[in-house]
């Protein structure tokens, strides 16, 4: 009996790490040959054989980026005041289920509502604007599950130890929360970021936009990204598309995986040991 | 003549609607050391943080009646609390260290009070870690992290970076609790040196303790609906070896013997 929960949880462990394997080295295999610098620095083209990806990478990382700041920034405040401020447990239950709520909404939603209410509304139009904005919320429930454990992590004697020295609830934001849980709160929060790469459906809604040679460059331009780019190749028959799309996850995981190498190393450097004697 | 530095009156503690500790009336008087003994769950830590106000910040903790401090009730709206408990400084039952080197840990507190001045800081530091005496053991590795330190050393750190701010009362709740006895000497020794300059109270579970250090004592106990009260309040001497109270004289027989 216990042979048979190890061979069953053995293969739940296995059976997600053979699969993605497959997928890598076949996206690999596919897709290698394709990466050149005139790929990553050229215009896409109608000639595959030509084919570059500039524009939709500075798309991806506009998104990424200005999403990923502005979501962080939210989680932080949110949690901080969720941590540190709110006393009414029924009202922190209240905010946890409307988190939740939120994670459950499907991402074309965040698109259709983002580019009515931001894009048109507000008149941000189709931009990078409008789509980090939207992007921003999407992925809020990830960036505040992270922030929050992040400062539930941080031991309760050293706030009111904190308190016990005359500090305000301000001064134990400042110099105890944030210093001690921010880099924790950033790593965790590198899933919200790896969500916000892989996204597709959202900016299919708000940019519109499966082919640009333009790179954007303001925050009203309009753009696509990496996700919707790989959409547009796999949707044509011939080979050489199949092969185009795999060169491009290349590139998207290799982005993500440098965000990832980044947030480790900041994380070794910066990290508080944290635990009590 | 004895100064009284806290006084408190009709003193009850509440947790929700739980009542924890039941009209407390104890002067608290300047330069000495006094001990809070009894049972585990009598209330002595709830008592020992009403006098700095850091029930506040316990959800669904309520504090009535009056604490005195310097002839001022500090649960009036217009306190202070922040600077109140720069003048109640406290010490808690396990060492709470921040991550940071051992300068920082005992600069913390003159950080959050603004001092800016690093040689004031610097100052400060090293004097009151020679009143913890612990300066002689940190002194050629300040910039080290906190947590390389022994329990002991760290327990004398919470408490230098407590004198750091220059309280004027210490409050310590089961401050040697984790300790092994040499660090507890050590620390006993620190406190018997600080009381001609500081007022002590201190919770611990430890009768020796308290027939060693302090100069009065004061025993609570539950009550038959396991609310806690103090039952008996004194001289040490007096309450450790001639209680009045039969409950206090079963307490204190019953562990010594």
């Known amino acids: ?277 | 003549m004895v100064n009284i530095v806290i006084r408190t009156e009709y003193l009850n503690v509440y947790y929700g609607n739980r009542k924890i500790l039941d009209n407390v009336n104890v002067d608290i008087y300047e330069n000495s050391i006094s001990a809070v003994i009894g049972p585990s769950g009598t209330g002595k830590s709830s008592f020992l943080r009403s006098l700095n106000r850091l029930n506040d910040l316990i959800p669904g903790a309520k504090v009535t009646g009056k604490v005195f401090y310097r002839g001022r009730n500090i649960y009036e709206d217009d306190v202070n609390v922040y600077l109140l408990r720069t003048r109640i400084g406290m010490v808690f039952q396990r060492p709470t260290i921040f991550p940071m080197s051992i300068y920082e840990n005992v600069a913390f507190g003159l950080r959050i009070n603004n001092v800016k001045d690093e040689d004031l800081i610097y100052k400060r530091v090293k004097e009151a870690l020679i009143k913890a005496a612990l300066w002689d053991e940190v002194k050629d590795r300040l910039d080290d992290g906190a947590y390389n330190l022994s329990t002991g050393q760290q327990q004398r750190l919470c408490l230098a970076r407590t004198l750091a701010i220059e309280p004027e009362v210490l409050l310590l709740d089961e401050p040697t609790s984790y300790l092994d006895p040499k660090s507890t000497k050590k620390i006993e020794d620190v406190l018997l040196k600080l009381k001609e300059k500081y007022t002590i109270v201190i919770v611990t579970h430890s009768l020796n303790q308290a027939k060693r250090i302090s100069d009065y004592v004061m025993v609570f106990m539950p009550d038959e609906d396991n609310i806690g009260r103090l039952i008996e309040y004194g001289p040490s001497s007096q309450v450790l070896q001639n209680p009045v109270d039969p409950k206090t004289r079963e307490y204190v027989e019953g562990l010594i013997g």
């Open chain 1, 1 to 277: 009996m216990d042979k048979l929960v190890k061979y069953i949880s053995c293969g739940a462990l296995a059976t997600p790490i053979i699969i993605l394997g497959i997928f890598l080295v076949q996206v690999f295999i596919d897709g290698i040959t394709h990466i050149n610098l005139d790929f990553i620095l050229g215009s896409p083209s109608y000639d595959p054989s030509k084919m570059g990806i500039f524009p939709v990478i500075i798309g991806s990382i506009y998104i990424v980026g200005i999403s990923s700041i502005i979501s962080f920034l939210m989680g932080l405040g949110l949690s901080i005041y969720l941590v540190e401020f709110v006393t009414n447990e029924r009202f922190k239950n209240l905010v946890y289920f409307v988190v939740d709520m939120l994670a459950g909404v499907p991402s074309v939603v965040y698109g259709l509502v983002g580019l009515g209410f931001i894009g048109y509304v507000l008149g941000a139009g189709r931009s990078i604007l409008t789509g980090s904005i939207t992007m921003a919320f999407l992925i809020l429930p990830l960036t505040v599950v992270a922030t929050l454990e992040a400062f539930r992590s941080i031991p309760e004697s050293l706030k009111m130890t904190a308190y016990s020295l005359g500090a305000s609830r301000q001064e134990v934001v400042t110099n105890v929360l944030i210093p001690l849980g921010l880099s924790r709160a950033l790593t965790g929060s590198i899933l919200a970021v790896a969500r916000a790469l892989g996204e597709a459906a959202p900016i299919l809604v708000i940019s519109g936009l499966l082919f640009t040679k333009k790179v954007p460059l303001s925050l009203l331009d309009e753009f696509t990204v990496l996700p919707l780019y790989i959409f547009n190749l796999v949707t044509r028959p011939q080979l050489i598309y199949k092969e185009l799309a795999s060169a491009v996850i290349i590139v998207l995981i290799a982005i993500f995986m440098l965000v990832s190498i980044t947030s480790i190393y900041f994380r070794l450097k910066y990290s508080y040991r944290l635990y009590e004697v």
